[in-house]
């Protein structure tokens, strides 16, 4: 994904389960939303149809058995990652997407939804700070770094709790369209981006 080359819209696939976090979907999907010559985000669901959280937010969402293919794949957290991480086929459907897009990332405790398809094993990941332990012990076999705001590790991209989704997500396009591109997109959204994805503020508290 370069900027200079001819315009492509890529195609962004998010997760939603019951009671997901509210900032873990909309913050990034306020950053691709606002790139349209770039980006198209579509919205998925184990079953379709609406789902809500606890928040009182309610998105309709197509059946993950209706995604045939995408360029991105983002799966937030939330409460429902806690049966989340029990669903077989609801893992079983991460693992085969994963498997085929160009792009996996995660937000706050989504990436235990990860870790359990065994796709992370032996990869640098984190997570949100406060549900670290219990991340953890979803998949011993991920090299889990505490400190991080973000962690890229080939195709696969983990942040830490919440907004660390937006961070991780500007670092992404970073990555795709330069540095000056993503502080353009931070600026725009009145965002302080935390540019170092080394650094977790949070790690500490």
Not at 43 to 60: D, K, M, P
Not at 170 to 193: N, T
Request: net charge negative; aromatic share 12%.
């Amino acid at each position: 994904m370069d900027e200079n080359s001819p315009a492509k819209q890529y195609t962004v696939a998010v997760l939603l389960f019951e009671d997901f976090e509210t900032l873990d979907v909309f913050g990034p999907v306020e950053i691709f939303g606002r790139l349209k010559d770039h980006y198209k985000v579509s919205f998925y669901s184990l079953a379709g149809g609406l789902v809500s959280n606890y928040h009182g937010v309610s998105i309709l969402s197509q059946p993950l058995d209706a995604l045939t293919a995408c360029d991105i794949f983002l799966v937030p957290g939330g409460y429902g990652t806690r049966p989340g991480v029990e669903n077989a086929i609801l893992i079983d459907f991460l693992r085969e997407i994963s498997n085929k897009t160009n792009h996996v990332l995660t937000v706050c405790t989504g990436t235990a939804l990860l870790a359990k398809t065994g796709l992370l094993d032996g990869r640098k990941a984190t997570t949100n700070k406060r549900a670290f332990d219990w991340v953890v012990a979803q998949r011993e076999q991920v090299e889990w770094v505490k400190k991080a705001r973000w962690v890229k590790d080939g195709k696969f991209y983990t942040s830490a709790g919440v907004s660390a989704g937006m961070d991780m997500v500007l670092g992404f396009l970073a990555d795709q369209h330069g540095l000056e591109f993503a502080r353009k997109v931070a600026f725009e959204i009145e965002y302080d981006w935390t540019e170092n994805s080394e650094e977790d503020h949070f790690y500490l508290q």
